[in-house]
């Protein structure tokens, strides 16, 4: 590769141009005439402005003489060849350590700052409904409250201010909450006094906070002497908002949206990923663990992410299993408390007859022909009281066992039965002897 050398004065604004230093620059005629830096010896260790003084050796060799160009020419054999045309700003690149320039890297393009990322918008949909959810009686605890001992307001009547400035301020508290909990975590080295992680608890003391600042001294003496009555008032006005539809589900739940990213610290209930672009982003969005889906089982209609699928079909309600007490029925799991206490064929039942053994209903015929002996000796023992001794109640009851030809004691499912029977087998006996 065939290399010219060309002294270039830089000039300074501080130097004239004949004081400037000499820089050392080198062209390539494989790079179309581009000069790059090979080795700079200014003292301000900065690339050359593009106008530059050109030291040209006088024809009659009296000398150099600069002359001011916007390119360097090159001296090559005694004169100036002609200034080649404008490539646009060079590029910087890196050099060497042995004065040669790396290889041109291939521009990334734009680098995206983090305000400009695209963030991922799933959550966690059962996390989402249920602080939604925790949102009513946090309202009706504020109105309550606030109207605590006042003759002349009720809680319906400030309900819609105070919704209002509930959202606000717990707005604005969970978006510092991730920065004050850090901060704190810095100052307070005492693992006791970590914040919380979970929502829920995080979104109540933001609500106890200003539930507190609403209360006067009326509410404050009530609220500690009267701590039931309270309850009660709150309860009562949750269902007051629920019948009335004052604030509706999917306008809490966009808020707890919000309030779960927000607070949400170790990233448990909602996706942190982010993006340089909306087709990245889709393609993450069809794999992303917290997308929601709709539950499979017929007659639900809850959306959860697929992170937490698993686990709300192990408590679905309409989600149709076995019988928990392993009889042959399959049933919703909802309708499995009523099965088990009232028809199950293997719900547990005691002996009607008193004796101290427990199994399934279902064998309850298998225990009675069993312990025949056993309840035939109660029964006795009830009918004849003190009448008889311990042998002759079991002779009595071997003679019963005999005489009895249709199998009828052993059919018997209870005392009253079993006492009818045995009544009816000794009337025979005494007739027919």
């Not at 581009?34 to 006088?58: A, D, K, M, T």
């Not at 000398?63 to 001011?68: E, F, K, L, Q, Y």
């Not at 609220?223 to 908002?241: A, H, N, P, T, Y």
């Not at 408390?337 to 719900?347: K, L, P």
Request: hydrophobic residues 35%; glycine residues 4%; proline residues 8%.
């Amino acid at each position: 590769m065939e290399r010219l050398i060309l002294n270039v004065c830089l000039p300074s604004p501080s130097v004239p141009p004949k004081q400037s230093s000499l820089s050392i620059y080198s062209l390539s005629q494989r790079r179309r005439n581009i000069f790059r830096p090979r080795r700079h010896l200014g003292r301000e260790g900065r690339l050359p402005p593009p106008s530059f003084l050109l030291l040209v050796p006088n024809r009659r060799g009296a000398g150099i003489h600069p002359v001011r160009t916007p390119f360097p020419g090159v001296w090559s054999r005694g004169e100036m060849d002609p200034p080649a045309a404008d490539p646009g700003p060079a590029k910087a690149e890196a050099v060497g350590p042995q004065g040669e320039m790396d290889l041109p890297v291939a521009d990334p393009g734009p680098v995206r700052t983090e305000s400009e990322l695209v963030q991922c918008p799933y959550c966690d949909s059962e996390a989402m409904h249920k602080l939604a959810q925790f949102l009513l009686p946090g309202l009706a605890a504020v109105c309550v409250d606030s109207t605590t001992g006042d003759l002349f307001r009720s809680p319906s009547a400030v309900a819609v201010d105070l919704r209002k400035e509930m959202v606000d301020h717990i707005t604005q508290k969970s978006e510092t909450f991730i920065a004050d909990a850090l901060i704190e975590s810095e100052a307070n080295q005492n693992p006791e006094n970590e914040m919380p992680d979970d929502p829920y608890e995080i979104v109540s003391i933001f609500m106890d906070d200003l539930s507190s600042t609403k209360r006067n001294i009326i509410g404050h003496v009530s609220g500690w002497l009267l701590s039931d009555s309270r309850d009660d008032k709150i309860d009562d006005f949750v269902q007051e908002m629920e019948m009335t539809k004052f604030w509706p589900l999917e306008r809490r739940e966009a808020i707890a949206e919000i309030l779960l990213k927000n607070v949400d610290l170790k990233t448990k209930f909602h996706c942190p990923e982010k993006y340089e672009n909306e087709e990245r982003l889709a393609d993450h969005k069809a794999q992303c663990s917290f997308r929601p889906v709709t539950c499979p089982n017929e007659g639900c209609r809850a959306k959860v992410s697929v992170r937490c699928m698993q686990d709300h079909d192990a408590a679905c309600l309409f989600k149709i299993i076995q019988c928990e007490q392993n009889c042959e029925k399959h049933l919703l799991r909802r309708d499995m408390d009523r099965h088990c206490v009232t028809v199950c064929a293997m719900r547990p039942m005691k002996c009607p007859f008193g004796c101290d053994s427990s199994f399934p209903e279902s064998n309850l015929g298998e225990h009675c022909s069993e312990s025949l002996q056993l309840h035939l000796l109660k029964v006795l023992q009830a009918i004849h009281k003190k009448g008889f001794t311990a042998d002759q109640l079991k002779d009595r009851a071997l003679q019963l066992e005999k005489s009895d030809d249709h199998g009828k004691l052993a059919k018997a499912r209870d005392a009253r039965s079993l006492t009818n029977i045995v009544k009816d087998l000794e009337a025979k006996m005494k007739s027919s002897s």
